[in-house]
């Protein structure tokens, strides 16, 4: 998983120079099917019953060099009422609607979904970790 702009701006921001950044009250899963970017302008799936949904994440834990939070519900959209196009990507933002982004990767297969599927993460399939020096993330499996 990858910083976005604006979180990666923020971290900076905030313990470089003292100017502090809010962290989000919220934080949601949205799916796209190009590539976000990190200045999130990528194609987010319109349409056909598709809502964001909520995520929440674990307290980190640390394993000798990683430390990593991980989704603690299995993350479950509406049945899509038409068809989603080829999920090729997620990311977290800080809203439903509008906000900013703060991580995106991309699926590890990608997965058309056409009206009748159903698309969900289970539950630890989103991980977020820091490698040393280095912000990773696994990316989530997208079950149908």
Known sequence: MSASRWLSEGILNNFFRGQNVAPPANRFMRLFI????????????????????????????????????????????????????????????????????LAFAPVSVPKVIEAGDEAKFLAGSIRVRVLGQHVMAQAAVLEV
């Open 34 to 101: 190009s590539d976000p970017t990190a200045d999130a302008v990528g194609t987010e799936v319109q349409g056909g019953g598709y809502v964001p949904q909520a995520i929440a994440f674990t307290v980190p834990e640390r394993d000798g060099n990683i430390s990593q939070i991980a989704n603690t519900a299995e993350i479950r959209f509406p049945v899509a009422t038409a068809d989603w196009g080829n999920i090729s990507h997620f990311a977290i933002f800080t809203a439903a609607t509008g906000g900013n982004m």
